[in-house]
């Protein structure tokens, strides 16, 4: 297995929380997860080597990685994963429209959102995303507390938005 190569670790803070979280899907034989927005794949091959172990688990990544350079290294450092992980290179809002359109619902067990930091973007990943998330199923989203002063709208004004909007879930944590 060749050594993986990232610039940037956003992930590892939140890896005591994510062995909380996901407890209840590691080793589970068929274990289906989306991730929106992978960058470099720190967090699909920490997913791949946690949670996602069972024989049949699967792990879907979305991004249009507008970079090449970001893009090759995400292959790089998930090349060893085989048919386990499944790349797709598209817009978030396009490939999960297109999803929801073609009658794809309650497919995953986990849905990571950490594509866009704009909130209108951010709430179109979530609405979508929620079609496609299984009953029970775990949604997790990131850059909840993200401010930066570029960013008028950031994702918790969607995420905020999104969980008022719905009755039919469960805080498991907000930080």
Known sequence: QSVKQFTRDWHSSRIPLWREVFRPWVLAPAVR????GSFEGRSAC??????LTGAAARLECVDCWRDATIEQRFDANTSSY???????KA??????SNRV??????????????????AAD??????LSWELLKPRGLLLFDDYRWKKPHIQ????????GFLRAHADWELVHRG
């Open 122 to 127: 951010a709430l179109a990943d979530v609405v």
């Open 153 to 160: 709208r950031p994702p918790r004004m969607a995420i905020d």
């Open 33 to 36: 997860g989306l991730e929106i």
């Open 91 to 96: 817009l978030s809002l396009t490939w999960l």
């Open 101 to 118: 359109a073609e009658g794809a619902r309650n497919i995953y067990d986990f849905v990571y959102v950490d594509g866009s930091h704009e």
């Open 82 to 88: 085989g048919e386990r992980l499944v790349k797709h």
């Open 46 to 51: 920490w997913l791949l080597d946690n949670v």
